[in-house]
T-cell receptor, first 114, second 113 residues
Framework: NAGVMQNPRHLVRRRGQEARLRCSPV?????VYWYRQLPEEGLKFMVY????????ESGMPKERFSAEFPKEGPSILRIQQVVRGDSAAYFC????????????FGSGTQLSVL | GENVGLHLPTLSVQEGDNSIINCAYS??????FIWYKQESGKGPQFIID???NMDKRQGQRVTVLLNKTVKHLSLQIAATQPGDSAVYFC????????????WGLGTSLAVNP
């Protein structure tokens, strides 16, 4: 059974470019969460999605960040016009329908903005 | 402002000893607590959870203790092994609302052979 798959593992972008991070949840999981982690810090919730729906984006910056989880294909976290402060590890997690609290995390994408 | 010079708390133990990792939580309304382990370069991995109607829960080599009076959570690892070396995070939230978990800073556990 494949776990949560994230790609790429490492992504380097120059300031002003776009970053697209992909996440394929555990097979059968319909809920996806994106978290951001700075070095030596905990995880900060960004967004919670179900298929074709954004349920909670209260942790997403108001500008430049967007997320989607289409009916077919992986969930995408998109960061437009990246700045150095966007450099971080971005983790995706998935879970079965509500009532099951345990999240399954991917290995993350390390974004470095030059 | 920035937390300049902030470092993760570190716990260093000898292989075979028991480890105790502590966590203070902030919200007295939280009713669900969870411990995750994060190895270098990997995503967090679930260890054990506990609801507020319990004060102790045991897993394989791990025990979580919850003291709601002082809002304190601890993770005990028995017979610590080198493979236990990782950063351990506690998180608090409300059962069924896992997207709103509030994560602690983390504690780095180093196991000396």
């Amino acid at each position: 059974n494949a776990g949560v798959m994230q790609n790429p593992r490492h992504l380097v972008r120059r300031r002003g470019q776009e970053a697209r991070l992909r996440c394929s949840p555990v097979k059968g999981h319909s809920h996806v969460y994106w978290y951001r982690q700075l070095p030596e810090e905990g995880l900060k919730f960004m967004v919670y999605l179900q298929k074709e729906n954004i349920i909670d984006e209260s942790g997403m910056p108001k500008e430049r960040f967007s997320a989607e989880f289409p009916k077919e294909g992986p969930s995408i976290l998109r960061i437009q016009q990246v700045v150095r402060g966007d450099s971080a590890a971005y983790f995706c997690a998935s879970s079965p329908p509500l009532g099951h609290e345990k999240l399954f995390f991917g290995s993350g994408t390390q974004l470095s903005v030059l | 402002g920035e937390n300049v010079g902030l470092h993760l708390p570190t716990l260093s133990v000898q292989e075979g000893d028991n480890s105790i990792i502590n966590c203070a939580y902030s919200n007295s309304a939280s009713d669900y607590f969870i411990w995750y382990k994060q190895e270098s370069g990997k995503g967090p991995q679930f260890i054990i959870d506990i609801r507020s109607n319990m004060d102790k829960r045991q897993g394989q080599r791990v025990t979580v203790l919850l003291n709601k009076t002082v809002k304190h959570l601890s993770l005990q690892i028995a017979a610590t092994q080198p493979g236990d070396s990782a950063v351990y995070f506690c998180a608090e939230g409300n059962a069924g609302n896992n997207r709103k978990l509030i994560w602690g800073l983390g504690t780095s556990l180093a196991v000396n052979p």
